[in-house]
């Protein structure tokens, strides 16, 4: 049930763009998706709900694809600060686990100047 | 401001000892969770709770035991009969339901001496 994340590791100069994806094998109630800085916590940067909706923020958005069970987050004209990892974590249609996410092993991301 | 409270920041643990790890929210979140974060392998879910006094286990619950006494708290307890206890443990909450983002704490890094 751990959703696929990909690619594994994302090299990039400031301005330029990333997509990174993530991949489930489960009916998916909502994607959540967070950035890691090394030896923090990871941050919640946004969430979206089961109608394909994109949503997003700045430079940063995502898109649900509900039929596909997949996400992808875009980061666009990348900065030094957008650097860390990348976790999309993934909540299913099944009662007895609702709230609980499942998360994927992360895209890092790496920004030079 | 609310947030979640972590402590301590680093332990060490020796051999047979059980050590118990600190979570705090004053964020008035209903759910909480434990997270095991080791390298490459992303965050694993360890148990977690939607209310006072219930919890369920996770992914990884051998070893592991938790308690939800208080909205506010919920400790884990890393016993003897974990074998490979070294990892970075997350602690995270959000309103219990589908479809909320979490707010971590900045984690417990655990070591076995």
């Known amino acids: 049930q751990q959703p696929v994340q990909s690619p594994q590791a994302v090299i990039l100069r400031e301005g330029e763009d990333a997509v990174i994806n993530c991949s489930s094998s489960?009916?998916?109630?909502?994607v959540h998706w967070y950035r890691q800085k090394h030896g923090e916590a990871p941050v919640f940067l946004m969430i979206?709900?089961?109608?394909?909706e994109q949503k997003g923020h700045e430079k940063i958005s995502a898109s649900f694809n509900e039929k596909k069970q997949q996400s992808s987050l875009y980061l666009t004209a990348s900065q030094l600060s957008y650097s860390g990892t990348y976790f999309c974590g993934t909540e299913i249609n099944r009662g007895s686990t609702l709230g609980r996410l499942y998360f994927g092993r992360g895209t890092q991301l790496t920004v030079w100047p | 401001d609310g947030g979640i409270t972590q402590s301590p920041k680093y332990l060490f643990r020796k051999e047979g000892q059980n050590v118990t790890l600190s979570c705090e929210q004053n964020l008035n979140h209903d759910a909480m969770y434990w997270y095991r974060q080791d390298p490459g392998q992303g965050l694993r879910l360890i148990y977690y709770s939607q209310i006072v006094n219930d919890f369920q286990k996770g992914d990884i619950a051998e070893g592991y035991s938790v308690s939800r006494e208080k909205k506010e708290s919920f400790p884990l307890t890393v016993t003897s009969a974990q074998k490979n206890p070294t990892a970075f443990y997350l602690c995270a909450s959000s309103y219990a339901g589908q479809g909320y983002g979490y707010t971590f704490g900045s984690g417990t890094r655990l070591t076995v001496v």
């Open positions: 489960k009916a998916l109630y909502s």
């Open positions: 979206l709900l089961k109608g394909g």
